[in-house]
Nanobody
Framework: EVQLQASGGGLVQPGSSLRLSCAVS????????MNWLRQTPGKGPEWISS????????AYSDSVKGRFTISRDNAKNTLFLEMRGLKTEDTAVYYC??????????????????RGQGTQVTVSS
């Protein structure tokens, strides 16, 4: 069974930092390009970052560029998202997914890709 378990979320103040992890089991992380997405109630998933299989290529949405850093440890089957300078608008459930296509700018999570349940990040004063 494939599982992608995100963790590391929490309630923080604006300007704070968090490091999210996504522990992957049931598949070999190094064989997959990966995404972080986030979602708020009533809205569809928002792509925020991609990383290729080896970690040499990364991409970020304009909303997080310069503040978030995606990375991976294939030996530990774990994906990371370092978040700095958090804003109230970053409040969402964050989850990791495999990403099986590329649109020219970043990897795309397709309907058949694997995704986990996510971790809640709440940024509030």
């Amino acid at each position: 069974e494939v599982q992608l378990q995100a963790s590391g979320g929490g309630l923080v103040q604006p300007g704070s930092s968090l490091r999210l992890s996504c522990a992957v089991s049931g598949l070999t992380l190094g064989a997959w390009n990966m995404n972080w997405l986030r979602q708020t109630p009533g809205k569809g998933p928002e792509w925020i970052s991609s990383i290729n299989r080896g970690g040499e290529f990364t991409a970020y949405s304009d909303s997080v560029k310069g503040r978030f850093t995606i990375s991976r440890d294939n030996a530990k089957n774990t994906l990371f998202l370092e978040m700095r300078g958090l804003k109230t608008e970053d409040t969402a459930v964050y989850y990791c997914t495999t990403a099986s296509s590329f649109n020219g700018d970043y990897y795309v999570t397709e309907p058949g890709d694997y995704r986990g349940q996510g971790t809640q990040v709440t940024v509030s004063s």
